[in-house]
């Protein structure tokens, strides 16, 4: 047999045993599987990376961001969309709160308050020092040895003594007197936000808008003597609306009838 052949018939060979042990192309079912369950595997890493950047956020205290990004995460994993739906409410329920509280707050300009010694306070207030006199010395006993001077003891004696603890009560000194550091007042012209007073409101019914960065708050304040009731209802730029009566969480409905018959009785007291 040639050499060309030979090599020919090897080579033929080779062929059909690689043939005979090539994996066969995927049916189109399997084709589909391994499609999802790739898909499943990226969802999971998009859903994992979404909730550590939502938890972040909201440890930063932004709570917007945090908002949008676990509701982003809602449809990488439907097994945990009520748990992500539920963190999205108490994110627009809060923003919502802290939105009703913002509108009652302003900014005032406090005076500096004097800067006090906390050293000198003691005259001030009229506490006196208490001084301690030094004990009377105690009577001498009978059997006391009648010469001041104290018998001559052996060194083994002495050794053998027990020594006795000085009871003589002691004299407190007084410490060495430090003086404070000194408060220092605020600055002269930094603004401080502080709750709102509804005293100055006329009596009867009061009803503002504020728009603010991402929501929108109407007020309605009724004053009746020194009764005051601070109606709110706070709207998101995204959506949702939330009601409050004095920062409790109210309904639409017994929000709205209250605020109507107040509307109505104060409407006939003009008329």
Do not use: C
């Not at 052949?5 to 995927?26: D, S």
Request: no cysteine; proline share 7%.
């Amino acid at each position: 047999m040639r050499p060309f052949f030979q090599y020919f018939l090897i080579v033929l060979m080779l062929m059909m045993v690689h043939a005979t042990w090539a994996q066969p192309p995927l049916s189109k079912r399997l084709q589909k599987q391994k499609e999802a369950f790739e898909q499943q595997i990226a969802f999971e890493e998009k859903y994992d990376s979404l909730v550590t950047a939502a938890d972040r956020a909201f440890k930063a205290n932004d709570f917007l961001l945090a908002r949008m990004t676990y509701e982003e995460a809602i449809p990488y994993d439907p097994e945990q969309e009520q748990w992500l739906v539920s963190k999205v409410n108490d994110l627009d329920i809060l923003m919502a709160k802290n939105a009703a509280r913002e509108v009652d707050s302003i900014l005032v300009k406090l005076e500096p308050r004097k800067a006090v010694d906390l050293g000198e306070t003691r005259e001030t207030i009229g506490l006196e020092q208490r001084k301690m006199e030094a004990p009377l010395p105690l009577p001498e006993r009978e059997d006391t040895l009648a010469s001041n001077e104290a018998p001559t003891k052996t060194v083994d004696e002495v050794n053998d003594t027990p020594e006795v603890a000085d009871k003589s009560p002691k004299v407190n000194t007084p410490s060495e007197k430090k003086t404070p550091p000194v408060q220092t007042p605020p600055k002269k012209d930094a603004p401080v936000k502080v709750k709102e007073d509804f005293s100055g409101f006329e009596d009867g019914i009061t009803e503002e808008t504020f728009t603010l960065t991402n929501h929108e708050v109407i007020r309605i304040v009724v004053k009746e003597g020194i009764d005051v009731k601070v109606f709110k209802k706070v709207k998101h730029n995204w959506g949702g609306v939330f009601y409050f009566l004095d920062d409790v969480g109210t309904s639409e409905r017994y929000w709205s009838d209250e605020v109507n018959r107040y509307r109505d009785k104060y409407a006939k007291a003009e008329d």
